[in-house]
């Protein structure tokens, strides 16, 4: 039973190209929301989030969408560049619960970014 | 400042053996998760642990067990090891309980059961 899908596995962009990775989750608990990044051999690193109260958050090259209605969210990375390859983490959590550290992850989705 | 460190890096194990794996958050960090990670799947919750109190346990069966010291880091034990435990077993800190879900994650400890 996956309350988060990450359904494509894998996504192919050119470098300068944007980026749109999705994600859908099923539990309508969840109130917090993000993204992490994973390179080989390391752990996950947090790259952005979104509360449940917002429909977009930015940090610099990146931007998360949240469409509570359709229970979708999407990461947005503009421009893409070939250190972005990495396996990225859709995650959420019922934060207003206070089960903060309680996080549900998706599958992943491998980017690759060509030069 | 030295980030969320994971011991061992790596081991192997037989089936039926016991396993400890250990885990020291950044300096300031009170709350410890940790996570499974199985091949080709995203981390998997297990347990979260916060000022030596377990605050959240995740759908693993009982030979999973945790604890947390008074210096904060922590112990994740698995008994009567299947071959299935096979995986990355990752921790996370966090400075409380009650921040933004924010996770610093350590590198994992990779367990192969044979």
């Known amino acids: 039973d996956q309350q988060v899908k990450q359904n494509s596995p894998s996504l192919s962009v050119q470098e300068g190209r944007i980026s749109i990775l999705n994600c859908d989750y099923t539990?309508?608990?969840?109130?917090?929301f993000l993204w992490y990044k994973k390179y080989p051999a390391e752990g996950p690193t947090f790259l952005i989030s979104?509360?449940?109260?917002?429909d977009k958050n930015e940090d610099g090259r990146f931007t998360v969408f949240l469409n509570k209605s359709a229970k979708h969210l999407s990461l947005h990375i503009v421009p893409s560049q070939p250190g972005d390859s990495a396996v990225y983490f859709c995650?959420?959590?019922?934060?207003?619960?206070?089960?903060?550290?309680?996080?549900?992850f998706g599958k992943g989705i491998t980017l690759s970014v060509r030069p | 400042d030295a980030g969320v460190t994971q011991s061992p890096t790596h081991l192997i194990k037989t089936r039926g053996q016991h396993v400890t794996l250990r885990c020291s958050p950044i300096s300031g960090h009170k709350s410890v998760s940790w996570y499974q990670q199985v091949l080709g799947q995203g981390p998997q919750f297990i347990f979260q642990y916060y000022e030596k109190e377990e605050r959240g346990r995740g759908n693993f069966p009982d030979r999973f067990s945790a604890r947390q010291f008074p210096n904060y880091s922590s112990e994740l034990n698995v008994n009567a090891l299947l071959l299935g435990d096979s995986a990355l077993y990752l921790c996370a800190s966090s400075r409380s309980g009650a921040d933004t879900g924010e996770l610093f994650f350590g590198e994992g400890s990779r367990l192969t059961v044979l």
């Open positions: 995650a959420a959590s019922e934060w207003s619960t206070g089960a903060n550290s309680k996080l549900t």
């Open positions: 979104i509360s449940s109260i917002k």
């Open positions: 539990n309508s608990m969840f109130d917090y």
